[in-house]
């Protein structure tokens, strides 16, 4: 299994909404992300966790809240979001500590649109 | 501190014929060098990476990229282009961060295969 499920894949959400994006593996990855992506660009990076523990936190505004319940699940709780956080989601995993290098798993993304 | 350019922003080319996309990086530190693909609403797929060795790695799709550490890039290239192919192409760099990957995107490249 080489996936990392994301969910749901389309979210439209008014300003005032509670809302939550959810991200799943089963590879026995330790680190997971949360990036966004507007279009046309790369992916921009918002947080890491590494071994359930934040390890990254981008300067991302606390309307964005990310969530690590164990070191399979990765979710971002979104509230009173503004229009301009209309983009796509993605989550993505890598192994460890291995000592070196290693590939990026990406989710096929949620795409949230903020009215 | 690492940093990727991809000069070409969109490379329209023919079906059947060679293709070559840019990558050219910056780094204080030892380089770890990935290309990524996006196809169409969906997330980033690992093409090809250079860790190490030979200086020529390739895909299973027909893709190879060079390693040129005196020019420092890292191009990508297929011979015969796919309409399939037509995606965005993102070069990475890769530093390893004990439990996580601190990863930096060129600002990508849109591949389109005209028929």
């Known amino acids: 299994d080489t996936e990392v499920t994301q969910t749901p894949k389309h979210l439209v959400m008014g300003m005032t909404n509670k809302k939550s994006l959810k991200c799943e593996q089963h590879m026995g990855h330790r680190a997971m992300y949360w990036y966004k992506q507007k279009a046309k660009k790369p992916p921009e990076l918002m947080f890491v966790y590494s071994y359930e523990k934040l390890s990254i936190n981008e300067s991302v505004p606390s309307r964005f809240s990310p969530e690590c319940p164990n070191s399979s699940l990765l979710n971002l709780h979104l509230h009173a979001l503004q229009p301009e956080d209309s983009a796509l989601y993605l989550c993505a995993s890598s192994q460890g500590i291995t000592g070196g290098p290693g590939e990026l798993f990406f989710g096929e993304g949620s795409r949230l649109t903020v009215l | ?115």
């Open chain 2, 1 to 115: 501190a690492q940093s990727v350019t991809q000069l070409d922003s969109q490379v329209p080319v023919f079906e059947e014929a060679p293709v070559e996309l840019r990558c050219n990086y910056s780094s204080s530190v030892s380089v770890y060098l990935f290309w990524y693909v996006q196809y169409p609403n969906q997330g980033l797929q690992l093409l090809l990476k250079y860790l190490s060795g030979s200086t020529l790695v390739e895909s299973i799709n027909g893709f190879e990229a060079e390693f040129n550490k005196s020019q420092t890039s890292f191009h990508l290239r297929k011979p015969s282009v796919h309409i399939s192919d037509t995606a965005e192409y993102f070069c990475a760099v890769h530093l390893p961060r004990g439990g996580y990957q601190k990863v930096t995107f060129g600002t990508g490249t849109k591949l389109q295969v005209i028929p």
